[in-house]
């Protein structure tokens, strides 16, 4: 890897550990409200899923994570992502509010957008899926992922 690759990698995961770090020191709702925004009005894509679950982290925001992460999810692929960051330092059960929050965002997609972020990827849609156990909102999205399977 050429030097400048080594040096934004490494000044990436500088970062990653500045936002953990800042994260921890706000209170729950100032956290999830950043990550809001920083979704919304900022159009970033990592950062917000990097803040809730740094939320997540926290004992007795399973509300707030579950809804933080139904607005912050806003492509079918971040569903894999949000759970590859989750499991990034060690592999542990989803808690109850990133299961509702996940399950909440998969009904915001239908079967296209499924089909078209079902990608080769640490962490596959339908594994997502059964993790969460999401609902799918229309028999469409039920046969796309009963495909997927």
């Not at 994260?23 to 950043?34: C, K, S, W």
């Not at 994570?65 to 499991?87: H, N, S």
């Not at 962490?123 to 609902?135: E, F, G, I, M, P």
Request: proline fraction near 3%.
């Amino acid at each position: 890897m050429p030097a400048l690759g080594r040096h934004l990698l490494r000044e990436g995961n500088d970062i990653a550990k500045q936002i953990a770090a800042l994260a921890a020191e706000n209170t729950p709702e100032v956290v999830a409200a950043l990550a809001r925004e920083a979704r919304g009005k900022m159009q970033l894509r990592h950062a917000p899923l990097l803040l809730t679950r740094e939320l997540a982290r926290r004992k007795g925001t399973g509300r707030l994570v579950a809804e933080t992460l139904e607005d912050v999810i806003q492509r079918a692929d971040e569903l894999g992502e949000f759970v590859a960051l989750y499991w990034k330092e060690k592999k542990q059960p989803l808690s109850a509010g990133v299961k509702r929050g996940l399950a909440r965002a998969f009904t915001k997609f239908d079967a296209y957008q499924l089909a078209k972020y079902d990608r080769e990827s640490a962490v596959k849609l339908r594994n997502v899926l059964v993790l969460c156990h999401a609902k799918p909102k229309d028999q469409a999205v039920g046969r796309a992922l009963e495909e997927a399977r």
